[in-house]
């Protein structure tokens, strides 16, 4: 079984960054695919950003591209998802998910093709 512990929420300030950390454990196969969703209160889930373990390749979506960075540890089977120039509108629960096995990024985030799911981390910014 897949387990994900998310961390490194908290309140910013506008401009600020951060680092949320995903760390893995359980898969089964030698490649797999770890994703960043988030909700905001009122909103729809949105996938944020995705990484293959195979070729690195990531997806973020329109809203955050050019301002997060997603990074994969594959000896820490760890995520971390570098947040900056952050705004008020980043506010929401940030959701770890994950894929046992290769996938394409685009579809896991868009789409939402993700088998596992962590607890959530709160991230705020402040105007």
């Known amino acids: 079984e897949v387990q994900l512990v998310e961390s490194g929420g908290g309140l910013v300030q506008t401009g600020d960054s951060l680092r949320l950390s995903c760390a893995a454990s359980?898969?089964?196969?030698?490649?797999?695919?770890i994703c960043w969703f988030r909700q905001a209160p009122g909103k729809e889930r949105e996938g944020v950003s995705c990484?293959?373990?195979?070729?690195?390749?990531?997806y973020y979506s329109d809203s955050v591209k050019g301002r997060f960075t997603l990074s994969n540890d594959d000896a820490k089977k760890t995520a971390n998802l570098q947040m900056s120039s952050l705004k008020p509108e980043d506010t929401a629960v940030y959701y770890c998910a994950a894929v046992d096995g290769p996938a394409d990024v685009e579809a896991l985030a868009t789409r939402a093709l993700v088998d596992y799911w962590g607890k959530g981390t709160l991230v705020t910014v402040s105007s």
């Open positions: 359980g898969f089964a196969l030698p490649y797999y695919a």
């Open positions: 990484i293959n373990s195979r070729d690195g390749a990531t």
